[in-house]
């Protein structure tokens, strides 16, 4: 089987009945009453955009320096300029440099929590404060934090998007929850099909053949993989969430998934910690499960190297990310993240016999 990459659709989840009709934000305890389900996570970020266009009218957005390309692809999709602030190689906001950047043209700052753990309190309370005193819109992605709860650090934003798609076996998906009180423009969305969604369900199909041969070569499988992230950016028009992965958003056993994902990263980090040629960029679980993880992220310095080693063997681990240099010029702990960071999947497709093998691959990688 192949350990990684997109997922495949479940169709015992697809087949049965909706069990509900909302998504339960574990971050906060309440206070986004309003959701909206989108065809994938930038989607729900340009309406977000759309929402708050008279507040960001001749304002700009402050965006992490460390960040995908989709994220400056909303903003350019929604017409809103944008500067970037820096991010640390420890995954925290440089607050200095964000302090540098907050110029009278400041309308919104864009806030990622990274892999499962939200930013710490002190960057929390100055976002507060300075959203407060200059009356700055704040946008929380929570695409690597879905799950994850506190209080304390999530759930303050005046908008919260995330794509969904990375967490369950759908081919689309996005949420955007925005904050009660705020008040905008409610957009129309359009007809969930599109060539993203196609693409995805052929995924499926393809992966099916590598369940089946898994000595196949792996290169035809990343090109389907590369076809179908990049025709996610040819259209950002915000449109519906399709009605099969609504069903299966719905229909999963959502204690499972958690369940299943912490253990598979608890097994994964302690096989892993001690090897001296990787340095975790994850960070250790709490015992609570109040952070239910990504995956596990790791920097090594060879990173293209381990990664062609783990595709050979049937483990397709991801880059977060590859930065968009032609936009702008980042700071160096986003350029040394970018370059050495490597996460390997431990969703609720696996059990610990995987988990296992892909430590063996690692291991073997460094003997």
């Known amino acids: 089987m192949l350990i990684g990459g997109f997922y495949s659709v479940d169709g015992g989840l697809l087949c049965a ?26 989607t729900a970020s340009v309406y977000a955009m759309k929402h708050c266009a008279d507040r960001m009218r001749h304002k700009k957005v402050l965006l992490p320096d460390y960040l995908c390309l989709s994220v400056i692809s909303a ?3 929604a017409g809103i300029a944008y500067d970037f602030y820096r991010v640390r190689a420890d995954l925290t906001v440089d607050l200095a440099d964000l302090c540098e950047k907050l110029t009278d043209d400041v309308g919104m700052i864009y806030l990622i929590h990274y892999f499962s753990v939200p930013q710490p309190a002190e960057v929390v309370r100055c976002l507060k404060e300075t959203a407060a005193s200059r009356d700055i819109l704040i946008m929380e992605d929570i695409t690597q934090a879905l799950f994850s709860k506190d209080g304390e650090r999530m759930g303050f934003g005046d908008y919260i998007v995330a794509s969904t798609r990375k967490w369950f076996p759908m081919t689309d998906g996005g949420l955007l929850a925005i904050k009660d009180g705020n008040y905008g423009k409610l957009q129309t969305l359009e007809s969930a099909y599109d060539e993203s969604v196609y693409r995805e369900l052929l995924i499926s199909v393809v992966r099916m053949q590598y369940e089946m041969s898994p000595e196949m070569d792996k290169e035809p499988y990343l090109l389907f993989e590369k076809a179908a992230n990049a025709s996610r950016y040819q259209d950002l028009t915000p449109r519906r969430m399709t009605e099969a992965s609504r069903t299966i958003l719905f229909n999963t056993d959502l204690d499972v998934l958690m369940k299943k994902r912490i253990e598979n990263f608890l097994y994964l980090y302690e096989q892993l910690a001690g090897l001296e040629q990787i340095e975790m960029l994850s960070r250790p679980l709490d015992l609570g499960g109040d952070y239910v993880p990504f995956g596990l992220t790791l920097l090594a310095e060879d990173r293209d190297g381990l990664y062609r080693h783990l595709v050979q063997r ?12 032609e936009y702008y010029e980042p700071g160096e702990d986003a350029v040394y993240l970018s370059e050495h960071n490597l996460m390997l999947q431990c969703d609720q497709r696996y059990d610990l016999s995987q988990m296992k093998y892909v430590a063996e691959v690692i291991r073997e990688y460094y003997e």
Not at 314 to 325: A, C, K, Y
Request: glycine share 10%; charged share 25%.
């Open 75 to 77: 903003m350019e999709w």
């Open 17 to 42: 009945e909706p069990s509900g009709e909302d998504f339960d934000l574990r971050l906060s305890e309440g206070g986004y009453d309003l959701k909206i389900y989108t065809n994938n996570g930038r």
């Open 314 to 325: 049937n483990i397709i681990p991801e880059i977060q990310w590859i930065l968009p240099l």
